[in-house]
Antibody, heavy 117, light 113 residues
């Protein structure tokens, strides 16, 4: 069974940084695209970033380009999201997702990020 | 960017009745080389992450009950629940994955009438 467990969320001041992690088990991690999606409190879903199986291709929503970096360590079955220059509008639950191609197939439980002074 | 618009925003349906949720994309989302519409549906229950229900507009994900079905082409898509059960109360989202940025509809809240 696929298990995705996010960690690293928390409270951070505007302009600060956080690094989210997602540990995967039950899958051949290196065979799948991985994705981050976020959901602001009481709001809908927003795609954030996607990374190819080998990390050679990365895609971002415009609102995080230049501030967020998606990466992965296939040896550790882990996905990361480095978030810099955080803003209040980045406050959300961040979900780690295993992709089947571009289909968002399996979701983690999410980790909350709050950007506030 | 492709804009996804769902209707209605809220849908009250009686138990055992049919529920229909609509989704319209601002442009066609057909991946012509495989003849598949790049449209997915997700279900999100309170306090839970979203769950994939349908992909390629009409293919049910593994383990999804057959009362859920998806249809549509071009720019108009539909999620149908043939006989509503209490466990189906949730917010439903459509999503296009034809082009970046990947975008979601605003969500439809399905409730029991």
């Amino acid at each position: 069974e696929v298990q995705l467990v996010e960690s690293g969320g928390g409270l951070v001041q505007p302009g600060g940084s956080l690094r989210l992690s997602c540990g995967a088990s039950g899958i051949a991690f290196s065979s799948f695209w991985m994705i981050w999606v976020r959901q602001a409190p009481g709001k809908g879903l927003e795609w954030v970033a996607t990374i190819k199986e080998d990390g050679s291709e990365k895609y971002y929503v415009d609102s995080v380009k230049g501030r967020f970096t998606i990466s992965r360590d296939n040896a550790r079955n882990s996905l990361y999201l480095q978030m810099d220059s955080l803003r209040a509008e980045d406050t959300a639950v961040y979900y780690c997702i295993r992709g089947s191609g571009w289909v968002f197939e399996s979701w983690g439980q999410g980790t909350p990020v709050t950007v506030s002074s | 960017d492709i804009v996804m618009t769902q209707s209605p925003d809220s849908l009250p349906v009686s138990l055992g009745e049919r529920a229909t949720i609509n989704c319209k994309s601002s442009q066609r989302i057909l991946y012509s080389s495989i003849n598949k519409n790049q449209l997915a549906w997700f279900q999100q229950k309170p306090g839970q992450p979203p769950k994939l229900l349908i992909y390629s507009a009409s293919t049910r994900a593994s383990g999804v009950p057959d009362r859920f079905s998806g249809s549509g082409s071009g720019t108009d898509y539909t999620l149908t629940i043939s006989s509503l059960q209490a466990a189906d109360v949730a917010i439903y989202y459509c999503q296009q994955y034809y082009s970046n940025p990947i975008t979601f509809g605003q969500g439809t809240r399905l409730e029991i009438k």
